[in-house]
T-cell receptor, first 114, second 113 residues
Framework: DAGVIQSPRHEVTEMGQEVTLRCKPISGHDYLFWYRQTMMRGLELLIY????????DSGMPEDRFSAKMPNASFSTLKIQPSEPRDSAVYFC????????????FGPGTRLTVL | AQKVTQAQTEISVVEKEDVTLDCVYETRDTTYYLFWYKQPPSGELVFLIRRNSFDEQNEISGRYSWNFQKSTSSFNFTITASQVVDSAVYFCALGEYGNKLVFGAGTILRVKS
């Protein structure tokens, strides 16, 4: 079975541009999570979905960030407009429904905003 | 609030040494879950182990072992006879309601040959 798939793996863009990160969770997983990893702040949960519905978006830094999950096999994280401080590695993870289930992470997208 | 503390920022050992990575957690929940993840230099996050709060049995998997002690709110990870391939960042995490995880800051482990 394929793991969590993320694209692109690397993204370099200029300040002010729109960035869209994509994620395909593991088939059969009901939860999907978006994380951001930086040296300063470590691993931060941005938002998570259960059965395609956003449950907690309290970690989304500001209105420039938005996430959608139109169906069980696809999610996007969009930054518009992007800023240099958004440079980070963005991970998508998925898990099954049972309480305390382990999350399986994608390879991450390394975003650089110039 | 839920919190995970990994006090060791970086550890360096020589190959074949044993090394223990510390993890201390805070929670008010009686049901919770603890995890360890490995992040090798390639960058992906690899799941290593999951424990629930009702199971304090220690676990061994090859060279890896985990010691869970509720009395001290600790979930420590020991690598026996370390190898260069064990060099990575190791994260301890605490599972909240709804599968949400809170991660510690991570411990960088460097194993030298």
């Amino acid at each position: 079975d394929a793991g969590v798939i993320q694209s692109p793996r690397h993204e370099v863009t200029e300040m002010g541009q729109e960035v869209t990160l994509r994620c395909k969770p593991i088939s059969g997983h009901d939860y999907l999570f978006w994380y951001r990893q930086t040296m300063m702040r470590g691993l931060e949960l941005l938002i998570y979905f259960n059965n395609n519905v956003p449950i907690d978006d309290s970690g989304m830094p500001e209105d420039r960030f938005s996430a959608k999950m139109p169906n069980a096999s696809f999610s996007t994280l969009k930054i518009q407009p992007s800023e240099p401080r958004d440079s980070a590695v963005y991970f998508c993870a998925s898990s099954v429904t049972s309480g305390g289930a382990e999350q399986f992470f994608g390879p991450g997208t390394r975003l650089t905003v110039l | 609030a839920q919190k995970v503390t990994q006090a060791q920022t970086e550890i360096s050992v020589v190959e074949k040494e044993d090394v223990t990575l510390d993890c201390v957690y805070e929670t008010r929940d009686t049901t919770y879950y603890l995890f360890w993840y490995k992040q090798p230099p390639s960058g992906e996050l690899v799941f290593l182990i999951r424990r629930n709060s009702f199971d304090e049995q220690n676990e061994i998997s090859g060279r890896y072992s985990w010691n869970f002690q509720k009395s001290t709110s600790s979930f420590n990870f020991t690598i026996t006879a370390s190898q260069v391939v064990d060099s990575a960042v190791y994260f301890c995490a605490l599972g909240e309601y709804g599968n949400k995880l809170v991660f510690g800051a991570g411990t960088i482990l460097r194993v030298k040959s």
